[in-house]
């Protein structure tokens, strides 16, 4: 097969999303198949590399970290040029006409998708008057054009009803051998250390994280709170954080540098109610790190009661879990999160894909990889 994987918002500090279409994308090529992965970028650029071949679409900044392709037919020369039998998209806003394009060459489209449009609108809007009809007309619209929608909790799959989508659900994974108890392990000095690994922007509810450690703060507890990541937040952040023992770490580069930190942490906290999966809270898990998370939202599915806690999304309830949390802190907790870990290796996942984008190649009804060849030879 010849897989393009689509793009927008992938940035050289990007998070969660960039883990996943490089796993993904690095997977396919292990297995035989050649991937094209098409993104914004400065500049149009065609490299090719051992992990496939990368396409640059020139597209403008949207914010100091991120670009967003404005002209997706752009994106469809270049799926002219190379041919995928499939396509992969993840992103549901400028990107969805590939899907018009794919249903038009008898190519297998898929939309991954990796948030809830409900709730991300909901948060940066500050309010949620007309987003849940605005984002059902969105969702029946993208179902209709996809083949299938990926999605990868079972709080991800509900956006979807009533869509009329085809859903696949399939968990994400974790690299179990660079997160791993042996990247480091908490001091003992009594000071409880919690970390949080992620993008300092609201939609990913970075200050419940602070506001729970200013509350164990000001319970008594010795704490202390460092964020790893960059974003718009920051000074807000700062303000909520005062004089609690609150630390801006930044980027951190490297993926084994990023394990060191999350493995001399405590716990975790990855609070967002919005997340649809959470590969921070297995990147914790496997670790060894437990995790502390809201009581909503698909990072919560990952974690029971053997490898952390839950709270509702505000300070002094995340607080509560952390604190029933701390008893139990020690050898027993962090073998029972590395073992919750373990359940969720990335090759499950590149299988889970593979097979998908074969059903899709295959068996789609008058779309099949014969017809595409036909197409192809007409073509010339």
């Not at 200013?214 to 004089?243: I, S």
């Amino acid at each position: 097969m010849r897989i393009a994987q689509l793009a927008n918002f992938v940035g050289p500090t990007s998070g969660g999303m960039k883990v996943v279409i490089e796993t993904l994308g690095q997977g396919y090529v292990d297995a035989g198949h050649t991937r094209i992965f098409v993104s914004p970028g400065a500049r149009d650029e065609v490299v090719e590399t051992e992990a496939g071949i990368l396409v640059s679409v020139r597209a403008p900044k949207v914010s100091e970290q991120y670009r967003m392709i404005f002209q997706p037919w752009r994106v469809l020369d270049v799926l002219d040029r190379f041919r995928p039998t499939n396509i992969e998209v993840s992103d549901k806003w400028t990107l969805s006409p590939a899907a018009r394009w794919a249903a038009k060459r008898s190519v297998g489209s898929v939309l991954f998708s990796h948030e809830r449009l409900s709730d991300m609108l909901a948060m940066w809007a500050r309010r949620s008057f007309g987003v849940e009809t605005t984002v059902g007309a969105l969702n029946r619209r993208l179902s209709k054009v996809f083949d299938s929608v990926v999605v990868t909790s079972q709080f991800a799959a509900d956006e979807f009803d009533n869509t009329g989508a085809s859903l696949s659900l399939i968990p994400l994974g974790v690299d179990l051998e660079t997160f791993t108890p042996d990247a480091g392990s908490p001091a003992d000095d009594g000071v409880a250390k919690f970390c949080y690994v992620g993008r300092l922007s609201h939609e990913k509810s970075p200050q419940l994280a602070v506001e729970t450690v200013v509350e164990l703060h000001r319970r008594g507890h010795k704490v202390r709170l460092d964020l790893y990541g960059t974003g718009p937040d920051k000074a807000e952040l700062q303000r909520v954080a005062g004089d609690a023992p609150v630390f801006f770490q930044g980027f951190v580069a490297g993926r084994d540098q990023v394990a060191a930190r999350i493995a001399a942490a405590d716990i975790s906290l990855s609070v967002c109610p919005a997340e649809t999966f959470g590969l921070a809270v297995l990147e914790a898990l496997a670790c060894g790190t437990p995790v502390v998370t809201s009581n909503r939202g698909g990072a919560h599915e990952l974690v029971d009661a053997t490898s952390g806690a839950a709270g509702d999304p505000n300070g002094p309830s995340l607080a509560d879990a952390v604190e029933s949390l701390l008893p139990r802190l020690g050898p027993d907790l962090r073998r029972a999160a590395r073992a919750r870990a373990e359940r969720y290796p990335w090759q499950a996942t590149i299988d889970a894909m593979l097979a998908l984008h074969a059903e899709l190649a295959d068996e789609v009804p008058y779309r099949s990889l014969k017809g595409f060849a036909r197409r192809r030879k007409d073509d010339r």
